[in-house]
T-cell receptor, first 112, second 112 residues
C-alpha cells in the first residue's frame, strides 16, 4: 500500500543551528501535507501544513518545502532551540481526502 | 476550552478483558478519529467518524469497535483485549472533512 516514510530516524543539532527534517511519500493522490511535533508523553501538535499546489510555506521559524516531482517533503526549523527537541511526523491525506497517513517520525535532539 | 480530552490516561488489562476508551472534544468539530501509536512508529488510523452518525474503518480496525455517541464524544471499545493491542491510543478531531486535526493527550494501554 501507500506509505509515508522518513529518511533519518534521529537528528542531533546544536542550539542555534538550523534543522532540516525530511520525509518521502509515495501516494501521488495526496494533496495536503502536515508536520506535527510530539513531545514526550503528549499528543501530536500541529506545526505547519502545505497544499500540493504550493512549493513552499513559511511559519514562525519553520518552513515546509514540497517537491512533488520526487515526492519529498521537508521541514526546516531556524535557530533551533532546546524546546524544539521532540519527535516530528509528516502526514498526508492519501486517498481518503482527510484521514491522515503518518510517517514513522524523526527524533530531533537539540544540544547546548 | 479543554480541546480534546481522553480517559483514562493509563490502563492495564488482562488478555480477554474488555474496556472502552473515552474521548470528548469541545471545539464543535464534526469529524473525530482514533489512532494507535506503537514504539518507534507513526500513528495508524483505527476508525474515524466524518460526522455524527457515521463511522468508517481506518488502516487497522480489527479487534476494535467505535461509537459516535453524539457530536462531542467518540468512544473506542476493545471487546477482548490481546497483547498486540498494547499501545498508546490517541483521539483527534477536526472540522468536517478537514485535514488539520487536533489531538488529545493519549491513553497508554498495556494488555498482559
Amino acid at each position: 500500500g501507500e506509505s509515508v516514510g522518513l529518511h533519518l530516524p534521529t537528528l542531533s543539532v546544536q542550539e542555534g543551528d538550523n534543522s532540516i527534517i525530511n520525509c518521502a511519500y509515495s501516494n501521488s493522490a495526496s494533496d495536503y501535507f502536515i508536520w506535527y511535533k510530539q513531545e514526550s508523553g503528549k499528543g501530536p501538535q500541529f506545526i505547519i501544513d502545505i497544499r500540493s499546489n504550493m512549493d513552499k510555506r513559511q511559519g514562525q521559524r519553520v518552513t515546509v518545502l514540497l517537491n512533488k516531482t520526487v515526492k519529498h517533503l521537508s521541514l526546516q526549523i531556524a535557530a533551533t532551540q532546546p524546546g524544539d527537541s521532540a519527535v516530528y511526523f509528516c502526514a498526508e491525506n492519501g486517498n481518503s481526502g482527510y484521514a491522515l497517513n503518518f510517517g514513522k517520525g524523526t527524533s530531533l535532539l537539540v544540544t547546548p | 476550552n479543554a480541546g480534546v480530552t481522553q480517559t483514562p490516561k493509563f490502563q492495564v488489562l488482562k488478555t480477554g478483558q474488555s474496556m472502552t476508551l473515552q474521548c470528548a472534544q469541545d471545539m464543535n468539530h464534526n469529524s473525530m478519529y482514533w489512532y494507535r501509536q506503537d514504539p518507534g512508529m507513526g500513528l495508524r488510523l483505527i476508525y474515524y467518524s466524518a460526522s455524527e452518525g457515521t463511522t468508517d474503518k481506518g488502516e487497522v480496525p480489527n479487534g476494535y469497535n467505535v461509537s459516535r455517541l453524539n457530536k462531542r464524544e467518540f468512544s473506542l471499545r476493545l471487546e477482548s483485549a490481546a497483547p498486540s493491542q498494547t499501545s498508546v491510543y490517541f483521539c483527534a478531531s477536526s472540522e468536517e472533512r478537514q485535514v488539520q486535526q487536533y489531538f488529545g493527550p493519549g491513553t497508554r494501554l498495556t494488555v498482559l
